[in-house]
C-alpha cells in the first residue's frame, strides 16, 4: 500500500463490540502498519485525547501506511483526525464497521458477565457515536464477515475512488 503516493491513514469506526479492533488488528498486521488503538490507550493508560492526537501527529512523521481505531465516535472528532492526517500528507480513509444490533448484544453478553452491566455499557456506548454525514463517505464493511471478506470489500472500495490502482 505505500509507494511513491501518499501513504493511507485507515480510520476505523463503529459501535463497540463490532469487530472494529479485530478487523484494525488483521489489517495492520497484513499490511504491516502500525496500529493505534485510542480507545484502549485511553481505558488502560487514561491517555487523553490531546496526547492522543499528538501520538498520532509523532507516528504519522514515519510516513507509512497507519491503522486508527477509536476516538472516531463522533464527526467532530473524525473530521479532526482526518484534517490533521492530510496535512502530514496522509490520504485518510474512513472504515465504518457495522454489525446488528443483536449481534452486538450477543457479544456484549459475552464481555460482561451481568446483563445489567452490559445493557448499561451498551447504552452509554450508543449516546456517544454518530453516523456518518454523507460527506464523510465511508467504507462500510460487516463485521460479521470474514476478516478476507472485509479486507476485500475496503481495497475494492478504495480500486473504486481510484485511491489504489488495480
Known amino acids: 500500500m505505500n509507494g511513491k503516493s501518499k501513504p493511507y491513514a485507515i480510520l476505523v469506526f463503529g459501535a463497540p463490540m463490532s469487530g472494529k479492533t479485530t478487523f484494525a488488528d488483521q489489517f ?23 496526547v492522543a492526537l499528538n501520538l498520532i501527529a509523532q507516528i504519522s512523521k514515519c510516513k507509512q501506511t497507519l491503522v486508527i481505531e477509536g476516538a472516531l465516535d463522533t464527526e467532530k472528532q473524525r473530521n479532526e483526525i482526518r ?24 457479544r456484549m453478553r459475552h464481555k460482561y458477565k451481568k ?8 447504552a452509554n456506548s450508543y449516546k456517544k457515536i454518530e453516523a456518518p ?25 478504495l480500486s ?7
Not at 498486521?29 to 490531546?50: D, G, M, Q, T, V
Not at 484534517?83 to 450477543?106: C, F, S
Not at 473504486?160 to 488495480?166: D, L, M
Open 28 to 50: 495492520s498486521a497484513r499490511f504491516n502498519a502500525p496500529f493505534l488503538n485510542l480507545s484502549e490507550l485511553h481505558e488502560e493508560h487514561n491517555i487523553s485525547r490531546k
Open 83 to 106: 484534517t490533521m492526517l492530510e496535512k502530514a500528507g496522509y490520504r485518510p480513509v474512513l472504515v465504518w464497521v457495522q454489525t446488528d444490533l443483536n449481534e452486538i448484544k450477543h
Open 115 to 122: 446483563v445489567d452491566d452490559a445493557k448499561i455499557a451498551l
Open 133 to 157: 454525514s454523507e460527506l464523510e463517505n465511508p467504507l462500510v464493511i460487516s463485521g460479521k464477515h470474514t476478516f478476507q471478506t472485509q479486507c476485500k470489500n475496503v481495497l475494492t472500495g
Open 160 to 166: 473504486e475512488r481510484g485511491a489504489i490502482k488495480k
